[in-house]
């Protein structure tokens, strides 16, 4: 069902190009969001006994694998959607996580039930401290699991089965790098990194390469250690980086020297349909907040650590 909405979904990318001009494909994509956030809640409530559609006595990855996610009060009732497509996966993770900040939710019990009732299917709700924002969805789960590979997912997006296959099929190949399935390429324009908004996505599979940045939405998978201890710093991403976790992570990932790899995933990623929702990276994008939060983490790193994360695409 959910890759069914997917694939014609993502399938209005390769619109005929007149069509596009009459804006055809926006057409399109609206009326495929709208059905889909109708219909697959409710496949997903009525298929959700299923036995197989829990990480409760299912074959899981043979190795450590957990899967972190965040959310803010303007989602969280309809982060549930996003947790049933994880129990949902071809392959099963050892532990699902949903990190949520006691500023925003002081009280377990008082979480949408339809939520809380997951927890029966392996679903694991971690409350804490303080409020890191979107860092919260690898801070935690790096900081308290470092035995685990962790992949990050976002808690807007109706993910298809095969999420998980896909990136931990790549793992295996490249084990030392940091495997997605959403990248862009970062741009660069005389020796210098250009504005955000001048980076494309990477539509197919590239491999063991730095010249790429992760992107959160199609799931992150991050092996053992691939990233500098300076990542826990809440100081420094708090005032530099807090609202671009993605740029944080790839900068972390570069002073660690560990390349990345992307899947051949093509998925435009339906989004769950929150009402009064908040689009961090969207934001970020259209104010230039994105290049800001770049570039004043690179200076910090230069003048602290001596080495330009960049240097070796430049």
Known sequence: MIAFFDKIYTATQRINIYLKK???DSFFRIIIRSTANKIIPLYLILTAKRKNYSLINNRKTENKLLVSLTTFPNRISKIWVVIECVL???IKPEKIILWLSKEQFPEIEELPRRLLDLRERGLEIKIRDGNLRSHKKYYYAMLEYPEYTVVTLDDDVLYTPSVLKKLIKLHQEYPNNICCNHASVININNNSISNYLEWENVKQRVVNTDKIMPIGVGGVLYPKKCLHSLVFNQDVFKKYCFLADDI????MSRLAETNVSKTDDESLYLPVINRNDINLSTENVIKGMNDL?????????MDNYGMDPYKSIL
């Open 22 to 24: 009459m804006r055809f």
């Open 88 to 90: 949902r996966q071809n």
């Open 248 to 251: 944080w992570l790839n900068m």
């Open 293 to 301: 939060q770049l570039r004043e983490t690179r200076e910090y790193i």
